[in-house]
């Protein structure tokens, strides 16, 4: 829907900020937002919904349910093994404990955790289609501070995926394909924004990672040439976003100098 028609909630103004860069965000607004826009698109028109009816469409296998009837794709199947899920649930202890702010929004949403099919190229993996689900290969549990930017990266995606389902970042219809700082090629502007969403996580979460010091310095060193990278895609594709799209990628902007 284009902007100049789109009457949904301006995101930020009505939860807050946007997740993990305001202060001021209020996951539980958001959620409910979300919540309610899934009932309507799965029930049409509905009185005052009870919380029970917004936390059935909460559950992830019911919010993927809900999305395939827009924008079916079959989710891979499988399950992470009883020790992978305890190291993933102990890693979201971890980064709530590294930076406080963050552990509503680690633990609010309901995610569900499926193994990376064989022969993906990435350890970590989510998309819109596929709501509050997460894939991590076995590479992901390699080290704790890989699960922990793997585990937070995918769970920035989560976030910005609900935005979406209330406020489009990109115009309909656009083909424009962008590749990524780090050479992955074929993305939207609005993949654009999540990975730079992404960014803004990663470069406050690696100051705090107990790792040496050298493998600290060299990942800082590389997220800071992804966000120079970033900034300028950012600028040549904001014709591509919508109003939506253009205030959030001016809160990176102003979040990564």
Known sequence: MDTSTDTRPFVPAHCGGWPFLDPGHDPRRLITAAACARLHRRDGPQPAPAPAELAAVLAPDEALRIRALDLPRPLPSGTL??????????????LAELVPSWALL???LPLAYLPMPD???SISASCFAWPQHILLATEAFDRPDVLAEQVLH????????LCEELAPLQHPGCTRRITLPSGTSGRSPAELLGAAH????????????????????QRLAHLDTYRTGCRRL????????????????????????
Request: net charge neutral; hydrophobic share 40%; glycine share 6%.
């Open 81 to 94: 093994t009883t020790r992978q899920l305890a190291a993933v649930d102990g890693t979201m202890d971890l």
């Open 106 to 108: 680690l633990r609010a």
């Open 119 to 121: 022969g993906r190229p």
């Open 154 to 161: 995918e769970t920035f995606h989560q976030w910005l995926y």
């Open 198 to 217: 992404v960014l803004c996580g990663l470069t406050r979460l690696w100051p705090l990672l107990r790792v040496p010091g050298p493998v600290r310095d």
């Open 234 to 257: 950012l600028d040549e594709a904001r014709p591509c976003l919508t109003e939506h799209g253009r205030a959030l990628a001016d809160r990176i902007l102003e979040a990564t100098p």
